[in-house]
Structures are given as structure tokens and as C-alpha cells.
């Protein structure tokens, strides 16, 4: 088991928490840092969850290295994530209508852990120049073969990119990810033209399906170092200089099987019902929009 660290709360700087969770360091023993943090991820939470007391910002505690995470996610192959591909693209055709809404211009666009680069492809079917980063070296890999696009690999640090020249930066299910989501924000900002927009999806635990299923919502996983509600997300925007002009509900769209398939996280026994019937009437591979709590945020850049 790797060495883990303790850290203060990353949108206020408090060290002052509740426990939500408590540790299940018995499960932990089960997975290496591939297999813990991708990006299809679904390891039940086995760490230590807190609630900051100043400013209600929920998170892991402690947690593995920044280093080891980052590690984690560059290693190992993901082919769950790329295998739902057809709903993620129908997906981003429905959201990027949306984020069109806010743009004046499509110019320079970047997706910050962009996986296989799904929405990348999507935004470059529509007239978008596309930059995307991802740790992952299978992933970005697949991303070049599958929709001939070049995706760096590593973080929005490594990538170095100079200041001011995307007109929308987007972070897909990635922010509750990151070690530093302020110091990632912030450098979203940075690379941001002046009224350029940020556009950030996050499983919202202040969703009522969160209170409603408890522990077996399924994104609460150890794979997810933060676990932000509407009003962190968009605390932690406003005080890095974004004015918030857009949230909604999320819906996303995956393939029957699949999702049959990963609701074993929330109970087995129905899991294997579906899937059963899923098999026995064919209709695994059809395309349906599901919300187990995920809000989108869209924030413009102050000039």
C-alpha cells in the first residue's frame, strides 16, 4: 500500500473536518493505483471521507500521493471507457449545442482529461480547433488511432500552454479527479481568453438521489478525491474570477448492458436481473440517457 498524506480543505484552506466515512483500509489491499484511478473507475469507497466545518467542501482524507495518483491514472488500459464511445459522442452533440449558446466564435477549444478524446472528436466534426490533455498513454493513444486526433499526454500543468488562447476550456467528470481542483481551475483561467468560458461537469452530492441512496450512490468511489454540490463548484469559480451564466442537470447517454452491469455497485441482486433480461430481449447495445445526480456548470472568464 502506498504512503498516504493528510491535506487541508482545498477551497477554503481549513483543517477543520467531520468525518462522512469512515476507512475500509481492508478493501483498499485489493487494488493497485492502475486499477484505482481510471477513468472507469468503479471501486466501491474504501477511504476516509470528510466534510470540511467552515465551508461544507466534501473530500478524501488522507489520500495517496499526488505523485502516486498521477502515476495511477498515466498507467494500465481502459477499454470500458472507450467502449461507450457511441453515447458519449451523442452526449457532446446534445451539450456542445449548449456551450455554442455562449461562444461567439469557434476558434481554439481544450479538454482537460479528455480520455479517448470523445469530445474532441465531436467538437472538431463541428467546426472546433481541438486540444485535449490525458495522463493516460493507452487512452491517448486510442484517441490518435480511433479519430485521428493528438492528445498530449499528462496534466494541464505539463502541458504548458501559453496564456489566453482557448475560448473554452472543458472539464468533463474530471475536476473531482484532480489533487488540486483550485490550482487546476486556476489555470484554466489562465489559458482562457478574456470572456472565454469554462465548462465543468461534477457528480453533485447535494442531488436528492445522493440522500436517497446513501452509500450506494454510485459515485462514491475512491477513484473521486472530491465530492463537490452546486454551491462549492460554484464558490470556488466565482472567488477565481468566473461569473456563473449557466447550471443544469446532466444527462448522459450509455448502453443498456452497460449500465445493467455497473448497478452491481448498488445491488448485485438486481444487477443481475437486468443484465438477465437486458441478454434475453437484445437490447444491450441501446443508447439511453441516465442522471444519477451530475449538474453543469458553465462560467465566463471576467474581463
Known amino acids: 500500500m502506498t504512503e498516504k498524506e493528510n491535506i487541508n ?21 485489493q487494488f493497485d493505483l492502475s486499477e484505482k484511478y481510471r477513468s472507469s ?17 466534501v473530500y478524501i482524507n488522507p489520500r495517496n500521493k499526488p505523485e502516486d495518483i498521477l502515476e495511477g491514472y498515466s498507467e494500465g488500459t481502459d477499454a470500458a471507457h472507450v467502449s461507450q464511445s457511441e453515447g458519449r459522442e451523442k452526449t457532446f452533440k446534445k451539450t456542445l449545442k449548449l456551450i455554442n449558446k455562449y461562444t461567439k466564435s469557434k476558434n481554439r477549444l481544450v479538454d482537460i482529461g479528455t480520455a479517448g478524446g470523445c469530445f474532441l472528436k465531436v467538437a472538431k466534426d463541428d467546426g472546433w480547433g481541438v486540444h485535449g490533455v490525458e495522463p493516460n498513454k493507452w487512452l491517448c493513444d486510442w484517441g490518435k488511432k480511433n479519430y485521428d ?12 500552454y501559453s496564456a489566453e488562447i482557448f475560448d473554452v476550456v472543458t472539464l468533463w467528470d474530471v475536476i473531482e479527479h484532480t489533487t488540486d481542483p ?10 482562457l481568453n478574456p470572456g472565454g468560458i469554462i465548462v465543468v461537469n461534477i457528480p453533485d452530492i447535494s442531488s436528492w438521489l445522493v440522500r436517497a441512496m446513501g452509500r450506494k450512490w454510485p459515485f462514491w468511489s475512491s477513484v473521486h478525491l472530491y465530492y463537490f454540490t452546486k454551491k462549492t463548484m460554484i ?16 444527462f448522459q ?7 445493467a452491469e455497473r448497478f452491481s455497485q448498488v445491488s ?20 439511453i440517457p441516465y442522471y444519477l445526480g451530475q449538474t453543469l456548470i458553465i462560467g465566463r472568464k471576467l474581463i
Open 182 to 191: 483550485k490550482a487546476v481551475l486556476k489555470e484554466c483561467k489562465r489559458i
Open 9 to 29: 480543505c482545498n477551497l477554503c484552506g481549513n483543517n477543520n473536518f467531520s468525518i462522512i466515512f469512515e476507512a475500509q483500509p481492508e478493501k483498499e489491499k
Open 149 to 160: 486526433i493528438e492528445i498530449k499526454q499528462g496534466d494541464i500543468f505539463s502541458a504548458e
Open 268 to 287: 448485485q441482486f438486481i444487477s443481475k436481473i437486468a443484465c438477465f433480461f437486458v441478454k434475453l430481449l437484445h437490447i444491450g447495445n441501446l443508447q
Open 41 to 57: 473507475g468503479d471501486e466501491s469507497l474504501f477511504e476516509q471521507v470528510v466534510k470540511c466545518n467552515n465551508c461544507g467542501l
Open 235 to 250: 464558490k470556488m469559480l466565482e472567488e477565481l474570477g468566473f461569473d456563473i451564466v449557466k447550471t443544469k442537470r446532466h
Open 253 to 259: 447517454y450509455l448502453q443498456v448492458g452497460y449500465l
